[in-house]
């Protein structure tokens, strides 16, 4: 059985729904996989402001106390509409909390993922060690364009930057492979990875094994369609260990 190391795990609170940790566990122990990187669910909620980011954060953080073996590194959250106020959250993410980086969806937010305010986000970021930023990208948004992600990746090339959910549609994947070709520090996740052609093949031949990460959305999800294209796809068994545990391993640090 092979170990499955997935960036792409939310638990938190959307629109009145809980998304909790024992739903998470209980896909990634159906779909057989192993240990998960940890983000609140994007679409939280926000009557309290910053205090409301707080609040999602403060959860990852127990998390990771709580379930050592299975969530292993998590990803914090702030708004870029909250403005400076929200700055200093992104110290403490980093700091008295001890996460490993950030995760966005600036389809979510309203704001350009290039935004200025975005660009204070990473600048504070920088200065911790092996930042990783999880941000979704999307061909169509006007707000999270693949090209937004390579102009902030340009800027701060001590960023690992995480383009996530890279390749839901044709364009996209194509626009995906070409950025993390282009630029050492974007990497793709596959989660939601379109099901047309070869995508995971045609990701190896463009940008190469190194530059995947498994990825599954948990917890929209009940399956894992991204594993079932892996295990399909004309690879060998080490480009497979690559997307499933090693490459996230040494960008996590474990």
């Not at 504070?124 to 006007?142: D, I």
């Given at each position: 059985m092979r170990q499955i190391l997935d960036v792409h795990v939310h638990i938190g609170s959307d629109r009145g729904r809980e998304y909790t940790a024992a739903d998470a566990l209980r896909r990634m122990d159906a779909m057989g996989i192993e240990k998960a990187v940890i983000s609140p669910v994007l679409s939280y909620p926000?009557?309290?402001?910053?205090?409301?980011?707080?609040?999602?954060?403060?959860?990852?953080?127990?998390?990771?106390?709580?379930?050592?073996?299975?969530f292993v590194r998590g990803l914090g959250v702030v708004d870029p509409r909250h403005g400076e106020a929200a700055v200093p959250e992104v110290d403490r993410i980093f700091g008295e909390l001890g996460l490993h980086g950030l995760a966005f969806s600036s389809d979510l937010t309203g704001l350009t993922f290039d935004n200025p305010m975005m660009l204070r986000f990473m600048q504070r970021a920088a200065c911790y060690k092996n930042p990783v930023v999880l941000a979704h990208t999307s061909q169509y948004s006007v707000l999270e364009a693949p090209y937004m992600l390579r102009k902030v990746a340009e800027q701060f090339p001590e960023i690992t930057f995480i383009n996530a959910s890279a390749m839901k549609d044709t364009?996209?994947?194509?626009?995906?492979?070409?950025?993390?070709?282009?630029?050492?520090?974007?990497?793709?996740?596959?989660?939601n990875i379109h099901p047309l052609m070869t995508p995971v093949e045609w990701a190896i031949r463009d940008c190469g094994a190194e530059k995947l990460l498994f990825g599954s959305d948990i917890p929209f999800c009940e399956f894992s369609a991204e594993q079932a294209m892996v295990e399909a796809a004309e690879i060998t068994g080490g480009q497979k260990e690559k997307i499933y545990w090693s490459n996230a391993a040494r960008i996590f640090g474990l």
């Amino acid at each position: 059985m092979r170990q499955i190391l997935d960036v792409h795990v939310h638990i938190g609170s959307d629109r009145g729904r809980e998304y909790t940790a024992a739903d998470a566990l209980r896909r990634m122990d159906a779909m057989g996989i192993e240990k998960a990187v940890i983000s609140p669910v994007l679409s939280y909620p926000l009557p309290l402001g910053v205090q409301s980011s707080r609040e999602e954060n403060d959860r990852i953080a127990r998390l990771l106390r709580e379930y050592p073996d299975r969530f292993v590194r998590g990803l914090g959250v702030v708004d870029p509409r909250h403005g400076e106020a929200a700055v200093p959250e992104v110290d403490r993410i980093f700091g008295e909390l001890g996460l490993h980086g950030l995760a966005f969806s600036s389809d979510l937010t309203g704001l350009t993922f290039d935004n200025p305010m975005m660009l204070r986000f990473m600048q504070r970021a920088a200065c911790y060690k092996n930042p990783v930023v999880l941000a979704h990208t999307s061909q169509y948004s006007v707000l999270e364009a693949p090209y937004m992600l390579r102009k902030v990746a340009e800027q701060f090339p001590e960023i690992t930057f995480i383009n996530a959910s890279a390749m839901k549609d044709t364009t996209h994947s194509n626009c995906s492979r070409y950025l993390a070709a282009s630029l050492p520090n974007v990497y793709l996740d596959i989660a939601n990875i379109h099901p047309l052609m070869t995508p995971v093949e045609w990701a190896i031949r463009d940008c190469g094994a190194e530059k995947l990460l498994f990825g599954s959305d948990i917890p929209f999800c009940e399956f894992s369609a991204e594993q079932a294209m892996v295990e399909a796809a004309e690879i060998t068994g080490g480009q497979k260990e690559k997307i499933y545990w090693s490459n996230a391993a040494r960008i996590f640090g474990l």
